[in-house]
């Protein structure tokens, strides 16, 4: 870098020191303000962005232009070094910066909001010497377009991709002494998947939701999963999201008694009624309950249903659930007769909210649910897994 900066010396005053270039500064000269000939001379850093201010003084007017030289070479410098001064890894994701998809949260499924332009198009970010490359494709060959990322440094591969709107998978390999795969599959009507392999160990998990699986496996999202997803989508804040949804669900919870499941249970029997019109008003009635009814549709064995009751139901639960960006309330009024939300929170670092749970399931199942709060961890563990059994819950 020294070297860069010699050919400037000759325009400067004989005894003007220069200083290492490893600290990022520049020499900047103008003429002293008391009006002598003498020149001055000030260290002015430069900014991660390569910009350097440009201080005048009063001059003569023979070296008004050998400064302005100085000056102008200086800030051409500062442009280049600041370059050179910024970091490899880029601070934002290329599906991200570009903006070409813009996802979204959807009853805690990833789908794809909007897509800039339907075109087959490619972007891509690094020189293959890079320390980190990434690639970014859409492809109109499916009736959604499909969203293909990756990123690929050193140590480790990230693979994204999303078929159809609401099909993921996601994928990242590491390499070396801490080698580890994290594998995240989603597809529709499906449990959300989530194995996560370390050193020759693997580990599965199911859930219905991002929520329940954030909810479920706190400390195994907070270390593997959610790290992936800010990097793809920085501005969801998964982690403030699930915490003040299970504010609002704790809020939530006195006011409610279950009578959602209730009033369903009757309602999604008249379905099956003779009568058309008996049907239609049944479902009319089903859908006036809003998102809380999901919860429950989703606990019924398909093979206990009519042909007439399946068809409808399943038309009934995507519009409930269609276009509807997921917010703390919206999921608070999703989940609260939530059974397995519930038995989840019996597990909670803190007994207050153990508590409440232990009382909102004493009204779904009243006669027959007990649960101790104020068990250690293990035992909880053990009693959770109980209950599951007992009530066959999914």
Known sequence: MDALVRPLLPMCAENTPLTSFAELSILLVWGNPSGNHSLGSSWIPITSAGFCPLFWGRTRRGDSMKQASVGVLACCLAAVLGAFGRADEPKISLLAKTG??????????IEVANIASSQTRTATRGEPDDDVQE??????????????????????????????????ELRRTTVGSDRSELRFKQSPRSDLLLEVERNTKKNTYRSPSLWHLMLEEPEVCQRELLPVLKWLQPQWRLKEFINRTED????????????????????????????????QAALNDLRSLGLGLLPY??????TDLSREQRQRLSRLETELGANASDTPQRMANWLIEDERIWLTLLEHREQAVRKIAVS??????????????SADPETRLRQVARLKAKYQLR
Do not use: C
Request: hydrophobic fraction near 40%.
């Open 100 to 109: 070409w998809v813009r996802l979204q949260l959807v009853l805690g499924r």
């Open 135 to 168: 690639t970014l494709t859409i492809s109109s060959a499916t009736t959604i377009p499909t969203v293909r990322y990756q990123k690929q440094s050193n140590d480790k591969t990230l693979t994204f991709a999303i078929v159809n709107g609401q099909q993921v």
């Open 248 to 279: 609002e669900l704790i809020l939530t919870a006195t006011a409610s008694d279950f009578g959602t499941a209730r009033a369903a249970r009757r309602l999604v029997a008249r379905l099956d009624n003779a009568d058309y019109r008996a049907r």
């Open 297 to 302: 549709l989703r606990q019924l064995d398909p």
């Open 360 to 373: 909102h399931l004493g009204k779904r199942f009243p006669k027959t649910f007990a649960a101790d709060s």
